[in-house]
């Protein structure tokens, strides 16, 4: 039986590692205050949760394979038009294309949402949590804080994966994201009761009131650092991850997926570098059979933690997933972004805009025959300008000067004090 300071507090967050990673410190945070935590996500999550020490609740039966129409969607997102820069503060730019992806994306969130949504609420009422923290992408943590009367407080992963659950330039609910409060016969939970972004400020975009910042602390999964980290490799060396959120993409369309990614090596592979790829063994594999074997200033180095590697770096190219992004800003290195999707193109815009990289479309580059020759030119000018460094270094200080997520945990005790009177 918890005692009357204690605090239980109900972490859900979208079935993929990306979206759990960014809760895993304030969870900690609030565990280490002396509350209770539970983290509940669909069954395919279950041992990534435990490896963090964290207590895991499997919600949902297994998701199933993707289907036809799943394939066809992914490669709707992959063709988008670009983006105007900074749409969320400009959605009357947008066109059709662009809110139909938009909406695709939505609408993936709820179907992922309606498998766990009943199994998840039904937890709830038997835990009675004070609070649910949901990621961004979890919305069935949401429909569970409305089933029980308590706060939801949602957690942003960053800059690119923006809210989902209302219409594009409105504030009112999609179709599917009410229809998971209206099945259940529950009142549509909107505004959330508190939204948390771990963004620093130059890359931030504003979300609606009300809202805390936290600083972004890197966690990037359980892992050994290896004795090589330590020693000097005597010329530059750099990281190059497809990060987790590309998986999905592989398991859908294949080895094309990661086309960006053998671009890049085979164009690093030809400068007077180190390179460290770190990615799933799967990835790894793939990659090396598309290069006919990995060049050999090329160290493969499967699911090395971001946050141990990144600090031994001095730049590193990525997709600009969240995750990775906030990683490599905290670590304080220039970055290259090779997007294909429409929320990490946000984020490698951002980035530039922040003068800490250099953001590339691969849908540019595959239209384009010198795409290897317009990689190596980007790492070159990273590589030889301290401009990129020292606007990293910058960035570096601004997630500094955030509050840690300890210091959120008296504002959840609020919000529970605030439901109990």
Known sequence: MKGPGDVRVLFNCHPDAQHLYPLVPLAWAVRAAGHEVRIAAGPASVDTIVHTGLPA????????????????????????????????????LLDDGHRTVLELLGRRSAAFAEYSVDELVSYARFWRPDIVVHDTGAFAGAVA????????????????????????????????????????????????SLTIDPSPPSLRIPVPQPWREVRYVPYN???????????????????????????RVVRRIGPPALEPFRLAIAALSTLDVEVVLTTTSNQLEVIGDLLGGLPRNVRAVASLPLNLLL???????????????????????????????????????????????????????????????????????????????????????????????????????????GRRG
């Open 57 to 92: 609740v499997p919600v949902g039966p297994e998701l199933p394979p993707p289907t036809s129409k799943d394939d066809a969607d992914t490669l709707t997102v992959l063709a988008h038009r670009q983006f105007p820069p900074d749409w969320p503060l400009h959605t009357e």
């Open 311 to 417: 600090p031994h770096c001095v730049l590193i190219v990525h997709q600009a997933g969240d995750g990775t992004a906030l990683t490599a800003s905290a670590a304080g290195i220039a970055q290259l972004a090779l997007t294909r999707k429409p929320d990490p193109a946000l984020t490698g815009g951002r980035l530039a805009a922040a003068g800490v990289g250099i953001h590339l479309r691969y849908q540019d580059l595959e239209q384009d025959p010198e795409a290897g020759e317009v990689i190596r030119s980007a790492a070159e000018k990273l590589l030889g300008n301290p401009a990129y460094t020292e606007a990293a270094v910058r960035l570096r200080a601004e997630i500094e000067d955030q509050p840690a997520p300890a210091a959120l945990v008296p504002e959840l005790e609020a919000l529970a004090r």
């Open 221 to 247: 999964g359980a892992g050994v650092e290896p004795s090589w980290l330590g020693r000097d490799p005597g010329r530059p060396r750099i990281c190059v991850t497809s990060g987790l959120s590309l998986a």
């Open 145 to 192: 804080a409305a089933a029980l009367g308590v706060p939801n407080v949602r957690f942003l992963t960053g800059v690119g994966l923006r809210p989902m659950e209302a219409r594009v330039g409105s504030t009112e609910p999609t179709p599917e994201y009410a229809a998971l409060f209206e099945r259940r016969g529950l009142p549509v939970r909107m505004p959330p």
